[in-house]
Structures are given as C-alpha cells and as structure tokens.
C-alpha cells in the first residue's frame, strides 16, 4: 500500500505544533527509531518488566502500535493503562520527504469523564460477552477446555471432581450421521445442567468428555449426585434420533484442600475407564460400586481392575513394575517366555495389557511375539515391548511384529504408568467398538433372516407343509456345508459363504407361488402335464430374482439364483430344468437337493406319509430319488 499522505518536513513540523496543543506527546518516528524501540521493548518482555522501556514515551507499550501502523502504512489507535492512567494513543503512517514514518499522538484521558454510568454498563455488559463467547463451547453451550486451563485447573478443593463420557459416540457418527453425535452431546450436556447447581462448573473437556466440578460435595452426597445424573441420562432422548439410547460412564473422586482440580482430573479420569470397561457405570472411591442397571447389582471393584502380564526373567524387575502399576492395576508376572505362552491360553482376553521383556533366556520377547500372532493374540491383548536394548533394529522389529508401545530401562514410573494407562484406556474404546459393531450386524442378520423365513413361510402356506421345512432344510443345508469343508477345499467355502448359502436355502422353493393350489395340494400322485407344471417351480422363482434388477450383482441373489433354479438337478444329469450333470450343478444347488430329498422323505405330505430315517438313507444311498454326488452323499 503507498500513502496518499505524502508532506514535506516543513509541513509535519508545523502540523505536529498544532497537535501538541492538544496531545501531551507529540513525535515522528523513522523505521530505525522504531526497530531500536522494538528490540528494547522485547528485551523488556523478556526480562519481566512492565514499565521503564521507551517505546511509546517513556511506557511500556504490549504490543507496539506504532510499529504496527509503520509495517501496514495504515493510521491506528488504541487506549492503553499506564500505571493507573488511561492514555489514548493515536498513530498515522507517512511520507515526509519521500522517506517513511509515523507521527505518533499521546493524551492523557479523564477516567471519570470518559464514559457515562450508562455507557460504562454497556461497555462492561460488551466485555463480559466477550469472556463468555471465549469460553463457552459453542455446540453444547458449557464451558469449554480454555476455560479449565484458564480458570479452573489451578482451583483448589475441597471439591468433587467427576469425568463423564458419552458411551458409543462415535458409533452415533458412524452410523446416524455427525448431526446424530451433535445431538447426543446437547441432550447429555443439557441434562447434566439441569441437575446441578449454580455453583458447580460443567466443562466440555475432550471430544465426548465432561469434567464437572462440584464444589464443597461430600463424598456420599457426591457419589448420590453422580448416580442420578448417569440415571436422568440414560432415561433422556435424543430428538430425531429415537433409536439412540444414552448411556454414560463416570468417574469420580473428591479433590481435598490441599489438591488443586489438575492434580486429582487423572484420578477421576482412571476411574472412569474402570466404568468404561462395563459401560454405563458410576465409579468413585467407593466400594459400593452400582450398575446402572433397574437392579442396582452391586460390583467389586477389583473386578474392574485391569489385569497387566509382567514377563521378566529378573524378579526385581517384575517387582519394580508391579509397584508402578499398584493399586489401579491388577498384575499377574511370568518369568519366562514358555510361562507366558501358558498364562495367555489360560487367562486369554482377561488380560488387559502384557509388559513384555526382549532379551529372557529360552523363548524371547521376539519368540512370545511369534506365538500371540500365530493366535491372533494381539488383536485383542495390547503388548509393551520393556528393555534395556535401545538398539535400532531391536525396536523397529518390536514395532513391525506388532507391539503398541516400547519402555526402556531404567523405568520412569510416570512414564510407565502412563503408557500402560493410554494403551488400555486406547484397546477399551477399541473393543467396546468392535462389540458394538458386531453387535449390530447380528442384529442386521437376525432381521435379514426374518424376512427370508416370512417369505419361505408364504410359499409353504400355499403348499399346506408345516412351518418347519424351512427350517429343517437350513439346518440340514449348513451341516452338509461344514462336513463338506472339513474333507475337502476343492470348493473354497469360507464361513461367510456357508452362512450365505444356509440363509438362501430357505428360497429353494419360493418358486410355488405361482403354481395352482390344486396342483401343489393334491393329495395323490401327480398327472404328467400337472408335474411338468409343478416343475416349472425352479424357472418361476429364478424368474423372479432375476428380476430383482439393481440386486442382480449381490452374492446373496446369485447363490439364492442358482438354489431356486437347479436344485432339482442330478448328478447323472436326469434331473431339471436344464439337465445340468455333474460338476455342471453349483455345489450350492448340489447341496440343498440333498437336504431337500431327505427332509421330503421323512416329512408327511399330502399325498404320503414320513418315511423313517433309516428307510429314507437307504432310498437315497440306493439312488430311488436320483443320483447325487458321491461326496455329499459321505457327508449326509
């Protein structure tokens, strides 16, 4: 930017003598005098002074107007305290002689005639607005974290201290939507406020985290206090989102007149993982820990207790860490790699953590890992590499064998603590996660599975059968799957595709509803053009998943295709419709005809009655109802 306010020296002189009529200082300064100004007044800044450096006339000046006003050649000013004096402050750039300055203004102002009563209100009123925006979390309207480190984690108690996190947030994001999370944040946040006092202080502290601060609470009153605002969450709902249901797990403890809230928010913070480990729970100091459940059931808290694996070949060492660890953990040592094996396979994932030494005489660290990958160990049970070996190698191949962390010797109990805290505290989110997730497709599945039968149930409606034909043939379908795969690989059948192919069996014949009643129901032996009819059964419903259209590359209706049209084959190619023989038929197919013939066989119908079991295994194994293949005939 270049100043369109170019004079000469004569001109600033005889403009700043009229400005000194009015301002106490009056004075022009060029970029040297400025930058020699800057330095003394950072060297100030440094030294701890507030006052005595000559920047803005004889006063120490926070952040240089003048200066700012020659580097953005603009005009600026403020008001500014000098001891207990408010000064305005008033600076324009220029050019004088072609050379760059500031003319620089300075006037003492009248406190008492600065502003009106009125205006003093507003321009407190305006200031206390400010504090609150800077504060304030803008989504849940609490106090956010700069407020804890401004105001807050210094405070001392007595107080009770509780850390609130939202369980399953980030399944909410996953699945409804952030919007969903948003939403959840309010109604928790909006509930705890109704429950407390005015003088209690609720901070959003982390994503999905509370620190409430409860001063003056005694221990019962504050574990009573907590109890009913984990029950006034779980009972909220969300809106729009009535699926949702909240849970909380908190922990709390009670900061004493000596402790200030920083020091005693990581002791609330451990309980409240102990809580997460259960999910939807309250745990304080004391013993009497309730589920947050309708019953109340009482729960020992050594059960919430993580259990860490100390694997050391030296007992001081073992020792040292389990002193670390005490009391928030429980631990469990081992002295040898082979030991460690053993206490895996017994005790599996009620192990929370293993501290695992490198270097131990017969199998090593490296060996241990090994064998937990082998297991699929570490998918579940974290490990912490712990050695005096801090060479490279050692540790990049610790990492790539798939330890979370790594502590060398000497210990630093705060470190270890703290890595072992973080790493359960991250496996604790991780699991319940997974639980959640898993949980959901199971339901997912069991839904998927419901419509299946509905459907398969219409069919045999039509056809007079009794509702378990469906079923017997699924649960035939899937025992022929899994002793098909225990003998032979030739057909690549992992358990999602025995899953697939079990539920899909219930459609063989969905195909019958569009044959006549009369056909599907009579009670004798079918005419030639009336079982040329019935097999049109297998074209009809291949017919109708072919014209699911958008569906038509889901695995799930290609293998539903294939049972629903060629299960009538056999394997000598005499069966229909298209006289596929041999490998010819999808093994699918292949399969849910066996189960088909034998479960017609020994169920009654209305045109025979049930064979025994015995009878219909010689009918089959002597080929009265077609020929099929070999191996699944061993199989049945």
Same mark, same amino acid.
């Given at each position: 930017?270049?100043?369109?306010?170019?004079?000469?020296?004569?001109?600033?002189?005889?403009?700043?003598?009229?400005?000194?009529?009015?301002?106490?200082?009056?004075?022009?300064?060029?970029?040297?005098?400025?930058? *020699?100004?800057?330095?003394?007044?950072?060297?100030?800044?440094?030294?701890?002074?507030?006052?005595?450096?000559?920047? +803005?006339?004889?006063?120490?000046?926070?952040?240089?107007?003048?200066?700012?006003?020659?580097?953005?050649?603009?005009?600026?000013?403020?008001?500014?305290?000098?001891?207990?004096?408010?000064?305005?402050?008033?600076?324009?750039?220029?050019?004088?002689?072609?050379?760059?300055?500031?003319?620089?203004?300075?006037?003492?102002?009248?406190?008492?005639?600065?502003?009106?009563?009125?205006?003093?209100?507003?321009?407190?009123?305006?200031?206390?607005?400010?504090?609150?925006?800077?504060?304030?979390?803008?989504?849940?309207?609490?106090?956010?974290?700069?407020?804890?480190?401004?105001?807050?984690?210094?405070?001392?108690?007595?107080?009770?201290?509780?850390?609130?996190?939202?369980?399953?947030?980030?399944?909410?994001?996953?699945?409804?939507?952030?919007?969903?999370?948003?939403?959840?944040?309010?109604?928790?946040?909006?509930?705890?406020?109704?429950?407390?006092?005015?003088?209690?202080?609720?901070?959003?502290?982390?994503?999905?985290?509370?620190?409430?601060?409860?001063?003056?609470?005694?221990?019962?009153?504050?574990?009573?206090?907590?109890?009913?605002?984990?029950?006034?969450?779980?009972?909220?709902?969300?809106?729009?989102?009535?699926?949702?249901?909240?849970?909380?797990?908190?922990?709390?403890?009670?900061?004493?007149?000596?402790?200030?809230?920083?020091?005693?928010?990581?002791?609330?913070?451990?309980?409240?993982?102990?809580?997460?480990?259960?999910?939807?729970?309250?745990?304080?100091?004391?013993?009497?820990?309730?589920?947050?459940?309708?019953?109340?059931?009482?729960?020992?808290?050594?059960?919430?207790?993580?259990?860490?694996?100390?694997?050391?070949?030296?007992?001081?060492?073992?020792?040292?860490?389990?002193?670390?660890?005490?009391?928030?953990?429980?631990?469990?040592?081992? +002295?040898?790699?082979?030991? +460690?094996?053993?206490?895996?396979?017994?005790?599996?994932?009620?192990?929370?953590?293993?501290?695992?030494?490198?270097?131990?005489?017969?199998?090593?660290?490296?060996?241990?890992?090994?064998?937990?990958?082998?297991?699929?160990?570490?998918?579940?049970?974290?490990?912490?590499?712990?050695?005096?070996?801090?060479?490279?190698?050692?540790?990049?191949?610790?990492?790539?064998?798939?330890?979370?962390?790594?502590?060398?010797?000497?210990?630093?109990?705060?470190?270890?603590?703290?890595?072992?805290?973080?790493?359960?505290?991250?496996?604790?989110?991780?699991?319940?996660?997974?639980?959640?997730?898993?949980?959901?497709?199971?339901?997912?599945?069991?839904?998927?599975?419901?419509?299946?039968?509905?459907?398969?149930?219409?069919?045999?409606?039509?056809?007079?059968?009794?509702?378990?034909?469906?079923?017997?043939?699924?649960?035939?379908?899937?025992?022929?799957?899994?002793?098909?795969?225990?003998?032979?690989?030739?057909?690549?059948?992992?358990?999602?595709?025995?899953?697939?192919?079990?539920?899909?069996?219930?459609?063989?014949?969905?195909? *019958?509803?569009?044959?006549?009643?009369?056909?599907?129901?009579?009670?004798?032996?079918?005419?030639?053009?009336?079982?040329?009819?019935?097999?049109?059964?297998?074209?009809?419903?291949?017919?109708?998943?072919?014209?699911?259209?958008?569906?038509?590359?889901?695995?799930?209706?290609?293998?539903?295709?294939?049972?629903?049209?060629?299960?009538?084959?056999?394997?000598?190619?005499?069966?229909?419709?298209?006289?596929?023989?041999?490998?010819?038929?999808?093994?699918?197919?292949?399969?849910?005809?066996?189960?088909?013939?034998?479960?017609?066989?020994?169920?009654?119908?209305?045109?025979?009655?049930?064979?025994?079991?015995?009878?219909?295994?010689?009918?089959?194994?002597?080929?009265? +109802?077609?020929?099929?293949?070999?191996?699944?005939?061993?199989?049945?």
């Amino acid at each position: 930017m270049v100043s369109d306010y170019k004079i000469t020296m004569e001109q600033a002189e005889a403009e700043m003598a009229c400005y000194r009529k009015v301002f106490s200082s009056v004075r022009l300064l060029d970029q040297e005098t400025l930058e *020699k100004l800057n330095a003394e007044r950072l060297q100030a800044a440094e030294a701890g002074k507030n006052e005595g450096s000559d920047v +803005c006339t004889e006063h120490f000046c926070q952040g240089c107007v003048a200066m700012d006003a020659f580097t953005q050649k603009e005009e600026l000013s403020k008001l500014e305290f000098i001891g207990e004096d408010i000064y305005q402050i008033m600076v324009k750039y220029l050019e004088i002689d072609g050379k760059p300055y500031v003319m620089e203004l300075l006037k003492a102002l009248d406190k008492n005639s600065l502003i009106d009563q009125k205006d003093r209100e507003r321009l407190i009123s305006s200031l206390t607005g400010y504090n609150e925006r800077l504060y304030r979390d803008v989504l849940t309207k609490v106090y956010n974290r700069r407020y804890y480190e401004d105001e807050v984690k210094s405070q001392t108690g007595p107080a009770g201290i509780a850390m609130i996190d939202l369980d399953d947030f980030k399944l909410y994001n996953d699945t409804y939507g952030h919007s969903a999370g948003d939403m959840a944040l309010v109604v928790v946040a909006e509930t705890i406020c109704k429950y407390i006092h005015k003088s209690d202080i609720l901070i959003r502290y982390g994503g999905d985290e509370f620190l409430l601060v409860l001063p003056g609470v005694k221990e019962m009153e504050f574990a009573r206090r907590l109890q009913e605002i984990h029950d006034k969450i779980h009972m909220a709902v969300v809106p729009g989102y009535a699926r949702i249901q909240l849970s909380v797990s908190i922990g709390g403890t009670i900061a004493e007149e000596d402790e200030t809230i920083e020091d005693v928010v990581g002791r609330a913070d451990r309980f409240m993982y102990q809580a997460k480990t259960r999910k939807n729970l309250v745990v304080t100091e004391s013993n009497e820990i309730k589920e947050g459940n309708a019953q109340g059931a009482e729960v020992d808290r050594e059960e919430l207790k993580q259990q860490i694996l100390i694997v050391d070949d030296a007992e001081l060492n073992r020792d040292i860490l389990a002193e670390i660890l005490h009391p928030d953990f429980k631990t469990m040592e081992a +002295c040898s790699g082979e030991e +460690c094996i053993s206490m895996l396979r017994e005790y599996g994932a009620g192990i929370s953590l293993v501290l695992l030494d490198i270097v131990m005489p017969g199998m090593d660290g490296f060996a241990v890992l090994e064998e937990m990958n082998r297991n699929h160990w570490l998918e579940d049970i974290p490990v912490i590499m712990i050695s005096s070996e801090e060479t490279e190698s050692y540790i990049r191949r610790a990492y790539e064998m798939g330890v979370s962390d790594y502590i060398s010797r000497p210990f630093d109990a705060k470190v270890v603590y703290r890595r072992v805290y973080n790493t359960i505290k991250l496996y604790v989110k991780q699991r319940r996660l997974i639980t959640l997730v898993t949980d959901q497709i199971r339901e997912k599945e069991k839904n998927s599975q419901i419509l299946v039968d509905i459907l398969s149930h219409i069919v045999e409606f039509r056809n007079g059968e009794s509702g378990l034909h469906v079923q017997h043939i699924k649960t035939l379908t899937g025992l022929l799957l899994e002793r098909l795969v225990q003998k032979t690989d030739k057909y690549n059948l992992k358990w999602n595709d025995q899953y697939m192919i079990t539920v899909a069996s219930a459609l063989h014949d969905i195909g *019958k509803v569009g044959i006549d009643e009369k056909i599907l129901n009579k009670p004798g032996r079918l005419t030639n053009e009336e079982f040329a009819e019935m097999k049109k059964h297998t074209l009809i419903g291949a017919s109708m998943l072919k014209s699911l259209g958008v569906y038509q590359d889901e695995e799930f209706v290609k293998v539903a295709y294939q049972i629903c049209r060629w299960h009538h084959e056999r394997y000598d190619g005499k069966g229909y419709p298209d006289g596929l023989k041999g490998e010819e038929i999808p093994i699918v197919a292949q399969v849910v005809s066996v189960a088909d013939v034998y479960d017609a066989l020994t169920s009654e119908r209305v045109y025979k009655k049930a064979f025994s079991h015995e009878k219909a295994m010689e009918m089959i194994l002597a080929g009265e +109802c077609g020929t099929f293949n070999p191996l699944l005939l061993e199989c049945l």
